[in-house]
């Protein structure tokens, strides 16, 4: 019995929403995944997919297409978080908080605060001049903006400031 090129591509069209569709997450059970598409499926589900109608190359090639399939979709599955994971620790980055390493007396002109987090800060704006209401280690924040770093520090105004690489 001859089968059409149509009839071959319909079943791998069904085999895959069947697998796929009936698949458990790509954590769950790894070694079940890595078999073939008869061990993968029931009796039944096989019958009822018309797998059971393919011979052993076009069975083997279609666990092989689906092997690959497979190994694509982990592939980007794994590129995908990788991307989540960054794009997650760089907004954990646009704020931080902590507090001022000891008395904050204001502003000066060129004034270096250091955090108790171990970063230090540049006052950007030498024009900037401010005198604190709390200066024993007071709260600050540092927020990334589109303009640069901004700083906050409990008892003043918002200011601009540079990070000090070298502390």
């Not at 689906?66 to 980055?93: C, D, I, N, P």
């Not at 605060?113 to 924040?141: F, S």
């Amino acid at each position: 019995m001859t089968r059409s090129p149509d009839h071959l591509i319909q079943c791998l069209m069904l085999a895959a929403c069947v697998i796929f569709g009936c698949a458990k997450p790509a954590g769950a059970a790894r070694e079940e995944m890595s078999g073939s598409i008869q061990q993968m499926m029931t009796p039944d589900e096989f019958r009822a997919a018309g797998l059971d109608k393919l011979s052993p190359d076009e069975l083997q090639k279609l666990d092989a297409w689906l092997q690959g399939y497979r190994q694509v979709t982990e592939q980007t599955a794994e590129k995908k978080a990788t991307a989540k994971a960054a794009a997650e620790s760089h907004a954990k980055m646009d704020l931080l908080v902590s507090r001022v390493d000891g008395t904050f007396n204001g502003l000066t002109g060129r004034t270096v605060i250091r955090l108790e987090d171990g970063t230090a800060w540049k006052q950007a704006n030498a024009d900037d001049r401010y005198r604190p209401k709390v200066t024993d280690h007071p709260a600050a924040a540092v927020i990334h903006g589109i303009f640069g770093y901004k700083m906050r520090i409990e008892g003043t105004q918002e200011f601009y400031v540079d990070p000090v690489r070298h502390p």
